[in-house]
């Protein structure tokens, strides 16, 4: 009997799931409180495996105009929603190798992505639609934003967008991906549970799956650090 409740919800979020992730959603689903050892027990009888996340590809960062210091300090915790941000910018590939990006900023105290923008180009419009729609959707807020030193987040124009915000500004060291951790975690899972599994022909189709996704992992994808919820779910918690 949980052997098939397993096998269902792991072909109905398309293997994307782990164990821990099988035994929070069947918990809830259940009402049951399933052992994460007996759940991996179960999926290893039955040749269920998560999908594994690839390596990313690392770029040559240009030389900045501005530079902020590393604020964030790997303090990727928040006591209120709009406290912290971090943002990147990732590249997607479809049809014949053409190119997309994707610029999204992530809200530490939930890890809800606030905003996100897909465009054919990775330049500086990219990033400050981004950051327009984040500021639109949580008007009144002054959050702390961490970045790499990537060349829209060190440019002047972006610093005088900062500070129009009231917005203090906070960059990773050189070298160090893992001073901007939880936006890189979330390029992880973005990639593994949906681009890696499909083949995309067109911008649109990629589009929509980002569209997809993204509602996806903000309602439904439950978090063991969120306590069992939705970053949405968390979030709402507070309000």
């Given at each position: 009997?949980l052997?098939?409740?397993?096998?269902?919800?792991?072909?109905?979020?398309?293997?994307?799931?782990?164990?821990?992730?099988?035994?929070m959603?069947?918990?809830?689903?259940?009402?049951?409180?399933?052992?994460?050892?007996?759940?991996?027990?179960?999926?290893?009888?039955?040749?269920?495996?998560?999908?594994?996340?690839?390596?990313?590809?690392?770029?040559?960062?240009?030389?900045?105009?501005?530079?902020?210091?590393?604020?964030?300090?790997?303090?990727?915790t928040?006591?209120?929603?709009?406290?912290k941000?971090?943002?990147?910018?990732?590249?997607f590939?479809?049809?014949?190798?053409?190119?997309?990006?994707l610029?999204?900023i992530?809200?530490?105290?939930?890890?809800?992505?606030?905003?996100?923008?897909?465009?054919?180009?990775n330049?500086?419009?990219?990033?400050?639609?981004?950051?327009d729609?984040?500021?639109?959707?949580?008007?009144?807020?002054?959050?702390?934003?961490?970045?790499?030193r990537?060349?829209?987040?060190?440019?002047?124009?972006?610093k005088?967008?900062?500070?129009?915000?009231?917005?203090?500004?906070?960059?990773?060291?050189?070298?160090?991906?893992?001073?901007n951790?939880p936006?890189e975690?979330?390029?992880?899972?973005?990639?593994?549970?949906?681009?890696?599994?499909?083949?995309?022909?067109?911008?649109?189709?990629?589009?929509?799956?980002?569209?997809?996704?993204?509602?996806?992992?903000?309602?439904?994808?439950?978090?063991?650090?969120?306590?069992?919820?939705?970053?949405?779910?968390?979030?709402a918690?507070?309000?």
């Open positions: 009997m052997t098939r409740e397993i096998v269902e919800l792991y072909e109905e979020v398309h293997g994307i799931y782990g164990y821990r992730r099988i035994m959603n069947l918990n809830r689903r259940l009402g049951k409180t399933f052992n994460h050892k007996r759940i991996y027990r179960l999926m290893k009888l039955s040749g269920l495996q998560s999908v594994i996340r690839r390596k990313k590809n690392r770029y040559i960062k240009s030389k900045p105009q501005h530079v902020a210091e590393n604020l964030l300090n790997r303090q990727f928040a006591t209120n929603s709009n406290e941000w971090v943002t990147d910018v990732t590249e590939k479809y049809g014949n190798s053409q190119k997309a990006y610029s999204a992530l809200d530490l105290y939930d890890k809800s992505i606030v905003a996100y923008v897909l465009g054919h180009s330049n500086n419009n990219l990033v400050f639609k981004t950051l729609i984040a500021l639109r959707v949580s008007p009144g807020t002054s959050p702390m934003i961490h970045s790499d990537g060349f829209q987040y060190t440019s002047y124009e972006f005088r967008k900062l500070d129009a915000a009231g917005m203090m500004q906070s960059m990773s060291r050189v070298g160090r991906c893992i001073d951790g936006m975690g979330f390029w992880g899972i973005l990639k593994s549970e949906k681009y890696y599994l499909h083949k995309y022909n067109t911008y649109d189709e990629l589009s929509n799956a980002i569209d997809e996704y993204v509602i996806f992992y903000n309602n439904e994808r439950l978090q063991k650090r969120l306590n069992g919820l939705s970053p949405i779910e968390y979030r918690l507070a309000a």
